[in-house]
């Protein structure tokens, strides 16, 4: 999965800051970088002198900050983003893509164009989150036994090249529709989260569960930012006229409101 890492930059000391991050948090064994930057086609006629700048620009970064013996390839293209970010991810047979967000910015536009599994880690007084990311990892679960199955799949595989050894906190929010269905509800949940613990148990790493009772998109993000995890997975439908991700609103409301790296599977 960590084979070939599209990264997203953008030409200011922010990519320098992102870039290096990735670069310690990120690496697997055999891992290479894709540092793609594009001109926005509003630039028009200064479009030329941007890309040849650009160009310039990522070269110097990736010699500087990427080790001598790492592969890596820079990219600058003109035109828009939303269109050119999932071509080239196809193209350049990218398995895993980058995003670092800039304060400020909206990452749901970019999200939902990405056909591989992708991390979103939100910029923070430009730093990015320190220690490993792999440490204590909370997962957030609809319980739907396709989705979920291929979520842990993609998970499982991610740990592996990695290397960690995470805690693991698989969590789950339902909102029952009327009082005298929550006990049925809330024991239906808990036996299947205590399936899926015994699953990712046998993988070797610690874990437990969380079940959160209420409105999942208003009760789930402050439940998980209690915990403090340093990465937070959850998994996205990849559907639509247009293929893209479907991002329903307790998948929005946990993209905005909750402060740690997020790791978002398509499904």
């Given at each position: ?69 790492s592969y890596y390839k820079t990219m600058v293209l003109s035109g828009d983003v939303m269109q050119i970010l999932p071509e080239v991810v196809k193209a350049e047979g990218c398995t895993f893509v980058l995003l670092p967000i800039p304060k400020g910015m909206d990452p749901f536009p970019l999200i939902r164009t990405v056909p591989v599994p992708q991390m979103v880690v939100q910029e923070e ?143």
């Amino acid at each position: 999965m960590l084979t070939r890492i599209l990264f997203l930059a953008d030409v200011s000391p922010f990519s320098d800051h992102a870039l290096a991050w990735a670069k310690d948090k990120m690496r697997a064994e055999q891992t290479d970088f894709l540092i793609l930057h594009v001109v926005d086609s509003a630039a028009g006629l200064e479009s030329p002198r941007m890309v040849s700048e650009a160009e310039t620009y990522f070269e110097r970064l990736g010699s500087r900050i990427l080790s001598p013996e790492s592969y890596y390839k820079t990219m600058v293209l003109s035109g828009d983003v939303m269109q050119i970010l999932p071509e080239v991810v196809k193209a350049e047979g990218c398995t895993f893509v980058l995003l670092p967000i800039p304060k400020g910015m909206d990452p749901f536009p970019l999200i939902r164009t990405v056909p591989v599994p992708q991390m979103v880690v939100q910029e923070e007084d430009k730093f990015f989150p320190p220690g490993d990311i792999f440490q204590k990892v909370v997962v957030a679960l609809d319980l739907e036994p396709a989705r979920t199955s291929l979520m842990l799949e993609n998970l499982r595989a991610l740990l592996l090249q990695t290397g960690g050894n995470p805690f693991i906190t698989l969590v789950h929010a339902f909102f029952p529709p009327t009082a005298a269905s929550a006990p049925e509800l809330m024991n239906a949940a808990s036996e299947a989260l205590g399936e899926i613990q015994k699953e990712v148990s046998s993988w070797g790493y610690d874990t437990t569960v969380e079940l959160v009772t209420g409105k999942p998109e208003t009760d789930l993000p402050p439940r998980i930012n209690d915990m403090a995890p340093t990465l937070l997975a959850l998994g996205l439908p990849y559907a639509g006229e247009m293929g893209q991700l479907v991002l329903g609103a307790t998948a929005e409301a946990l993209l905005k409101e909750t402060v740690c790296p997020l790791l978002l599977f398509p499904l």
